[in-house]
């Protein structure tokens, strides 16, 4: 098994950053696709941004130029560092690693709210 572990989330105003990380653990072999996802209150999960083993990084049109999505193969863990923090980006956020097809395993969240 594969365990996600993300951290960094919290409160912070408008125009702020946050950095998130995801330190995975357990069973891992090679170097899976990363992603980080979101789920606001009332909303479905969306998808924010992923990144492969070798660093090729996508991102959802509503954090393009603002969020970056970066890894540390060496430390299995990767991070989202989110600048220019709208109301919008409220959500709990979440880790999830994949192999190969849809995205398999995930953490339990971390909390980010961004006040106006």
């Known amino acids: 098994q594969v365990q996600l572990v993300e951290s960094g989330g919290g409160l912070v105003q408008a125009g702020g950053s946050l950095r998130l990380s995801c330190a995975a653990s357990?069973?891992?072999?090679?170097?899976?696709?990363m992603g980080w996802f979101r789920q606001a209150p009332g909303k479905e999960r969306e998808f924010v941004a992923t990144?492969?083993?070798?660093?090729?990084?996508n991102y959802a049109d509503s954090v393009k130029g603002r969020f970056t999505i970066s890894r540390d193969n060496a430390k299995n863990t990767v991070y989202l560092q989110m600048n220019s923090l709208k109301p919008e980006d409220t959500a709990v956020y979440y880790c999830?690693?994949?192999?190969?097809?849809?995205?398999?395993?995930w953490g339990q969240g971390t909390r980010v709210t961004v006040s106006s």
């Open positions: 999830a690693a994949k192999w190969a097809g849809s995205f398999g395993f």
């Open positions: 357990g069973r891992i072999y090679g170097t899976p696709t």
């Open positions: 990144i492969t083993w070798s660093g090729v990084a």
